[in-house]
């Protein structure tokens, strides 16, 4: 978790709503056909464009301006494609993603220490990532199934504002957050523990702690190979650690030794109940979260993703997906509404605004799968 946690300060750039232009398509591996799942589609060096849903599906709107430019599809796992908005003559366009076979690098005469690579992200992290206030719009949203059966569902827009990378005393209370939009959603038990939006909002976009070289002694590394990622060749790095954690994965940019991505995942296939001294105990999560370099050289977050899956003592199955979309930033200090401000414990399910259908209509989220859209209609009456 704290290794999860490194670097999620970090936020991406992007042009406002000026979109006049809407595509769509679907995301496909390779081979067998099926959906990629948070594949990115956006045009270089840019952050307008989206992410795919569970089934693959994607659609977006963009300005007249950017037509004739390209648009990257990417994929941790993937080999990265390029399509230009020509090629959506015939909506939806398919598209098929090949799988990234990571090779090991070819004979060297010095061999490659993996940790002598994350020893220099560690020490280049002041000039790859941005520093100055930032003013971020994210997209979030939450959902949690018991049993599946769907419990809770929210999605919101909201601005905030922080401080960009300092040091390792980041504190939490020093962002500002501000509730712009929320959809329709539900909430059928409202005691479920977990189910303050806004401390997990919080807790997704600031670091606890810093990984600096002293924490690197405690963990083991391993080189993977080399890969592309958003047409950067990155080194794949897998850390472990003695306690009963999860394997992480970093990918670091082999040029400037930027981390451009984070994943960590843990699967127990022994579903048996804990004690009941135990309230629950983890089935299997995933921790993820990736970058994207804009031209002023820096890298910004671009797409946080947390799912977990618990068994309580009863036998209870717990699913919780969240997940968040940085969709633009400002540099320095804006004008904010205060009226919208709102406390880190406030739930954000019972927070009052007013729903603005024709905002969402041209707002690049993910699009709704086919079960969310069930779950809203079935629960909402």
């Not at 490194?6 to 679907?26: D, E, M, P, R």
Request: with cysteine; net charge negative; glycine share 4%.
């Amino acid at each position: 978790m704290k290794l999860f946690s490194l670097l999620v300060l970090f936020l991406f750039t992007a042009n406002g709503f000026a979109q006049t232009q809407s595509i769509k398509g679907q995301v496909l591996q390779l081979g067998d056909s099926s959906p990629v799942y948070n594949a990115h589609i956006y045009f270089e060096k840019s952050a307008i464009g989206t992410t795919t849903n569970e089934e693959g599906f994607f659609a977006f709107y963009f300005p007249e301006d950017k037509k004739d430019s390209h648009i990257q599809i990417s994929c941790i796992g993937y080999k990265p494609h390029t399509v230009s908005p020509s090629d959506f003559v015939n909506e939806p366009l398919l598209i098929f993603l090949e799988e990234d076979q990571v090779l090991l690098s070819e004979v060297v005469v010095t061999p490659i220490d993996p940790k002598n690579i994350l020893e220099k992200a560690i020490d280049n992290i002041r000039q790859n990532y941005p520093k100055e206030k930032i003013i971020k719009t994210v997209y979030y949203k939450e959902s949690f199934k018991q049993n599946g059966k769907p419990i809770r569902f929210l999605e919101v827009v909201a601005t905030i504002i922080s401080d960009g990378f300092s040091d390792s005393r980041q504190n939490p209370d020093k962002y500002d957050l501000f509730v712009d939009q929320k959809r329709p959603g539900f909430n059928y038990d409202s005691t479920f523990e977990g189910g303050n939006g806004i401390g997990v909002l919080h807790w997704l976009l600031w670091t606890e702690k810093y990984l600096n070289k002293g924490k690197v002694r405690k963990y083991t590394f391993s080189y993977e190979g080399k890969s592309y990622f958003k047409d950067h060749e990155v080194y794949k790095i897998k850390i472990t650690t003695d306690e009963n954690q999860p394997d992480t994965f970093m990918y670091i940019a082999t040029d400037k030794f930027a981390i451009v991505a984070i994943s960590q995942s843990f699967i127990n296939a022994n579903r048996k109940a804990p004690d009941e001294k135990q309230q629950f105990r983890f089935l299997a999560f995933n921790l993820y979260v990736d970058f994207l370099q804009l031209d002023d050289g820096c890298w910004y977050i671009h797409t946080i993703d947390d799912f977990r899956e618990s068994i309580s003592h009863d036998g209870t199955i717990t699913k919780t997906e969240r997940s968040i979309r940085v969709t633009s930033i400002e540099k320095g200090l804006v004008d904010i509404n205060e009226k919208n401000k709102i406390l880190r414990e406030t739930d954000l399910y019972k927070y009052p605004i007013k729903y603005d259908p024709e905002f969402w209509n041209h707002y690049n989220a993910p699009p709704e799968t086919k079960e969310e859209i069930k779950a809203k209609s079935d629960l909402i009456k």
